[in-house]
């Protein structure tokens, strides 16, 4: 799971908002 340390991301969810989180469109 690629997600940011302090954030509350579900292990699935976690690596499709990660990626929003890191490309802010």
């Known amino acids: ?3 940011k340390a302090g954030l ?3 292990p699935e969810a976690g ?3 990660s990626l929003r989180i ?3 469109a």
């Open 15 to 17: 690596e499709t908002t």
């Open 22 to 24: 890191d490309r802010p």
């Open 1 to 3: 799971m690629k997600a």
């Open 8 to 10: 509350p991301l579900s």
